[in-house]
């Protein structure tokens, strides 16, 4: 345990852990729920980027331990970019679920989550997961 933790740390010293590479991370694991295999062109048309821009986004993430890439291009991540990854993805369903129940438009409310998953303090997230389980779901 002790082992896995000091790797985990760092490797968070070398790359901080910002925005941009939880929408990376996050965006690869919606892919794979929905792809049999996920590619860097998947990723780069998800995200609105040129491919070229993702790829040099992947080779630092495969650096940092996020990301596996397989000899046939197929992304995946690894138990490090999942830990990332599985908290702003259940963040994002949440708020956009939240949004909607409240009367938001999907679309603006999938829209609306991407920005406040980041930004949201845990303890903000843990009160509003409580209410809309207990309230709303």
Not at 10 to 30: H, P, Q
Not at 45 to 55: A, E, H, I, Q, Y
């Amino acid at each position: 345990y002790h082992f896995y933790f000091i790797i985990f740390y760092v490797r968070l010293m070398a790359m901080t852990i910002t925005e941009t590479v939880e929408n990376y991370l996050e965006t690869i694991l919606m892919l794979e729920k929905e792809l049999s295999e996920v590619h860097a062109v998947d990723l780069a048309r998800r995200l609105g980027f040129s491919k070229p821009t993702v790829s040099v986004a992947l080779k630092n993430y495969k650096e940092a331990g996020f990301v596996k890439v397989a000899e046939n291009g197929h992304l995946s991540l690894t138990a490090l970019g999942r830990e990332i990854a599985e908290p702003i993805y259940e963040r994002h369903n949440l708020i956009a679920e939240f949004l909607v129940a409240l009367g938001v438009n999907k679309e603006t409310a999938c829209q609306d989550a991407c920005k406040l998953e980041h930004d949201l303090s845990d303890e903000s997230f843990k009160a509003l997961k409580t209410y809309y389980l207990l309230n709303i779901k």
